[in-house]
């Protein structure tokens, strides 16, 4: 799997319960893509700031990595790996 970094702003629905975050669809390019399945997640500090990491397959069988910055409550779409 070779993944394309995009950094890309993406509008995403996500859930928020329990301090916990879960992408649920996002848009990109034009074109809505569920997630499927969410096949990690972590995080990692840029000074004050925390960001989230969304490892996620959509309903195909690409591949994205979604990125939620706490600081402006942007969605980014980081990574992707189209078809598999």
């Known amino acids: 799997m070779i993944f394309e970094d995009i ?41 004050y700031n925390r960001q989230f990491h969304f490892s996620v397959m959509a309903d195909t069988s690409d591949r994205f990595e979604l990125l939620f910055n706490s600081a402006n409550f942007d969605w980014q779409l980081a990574r992707v790996c189209l078809d598999g």
Request: aromatic content about 14%; glycine content about 10%.
């Open 7 to 47: 950094f890309e702003p993406v509008e995403v629905i996500s859930h928020f319960k329990n301090g916990q975050i879960r992408p649920l669809r996002f848009k990109w390019n034009g074109r809505v893509y569920k997630v499927h399945r969410v096949d990690g997640h972590w995080s990692s500090s840029q000074g």
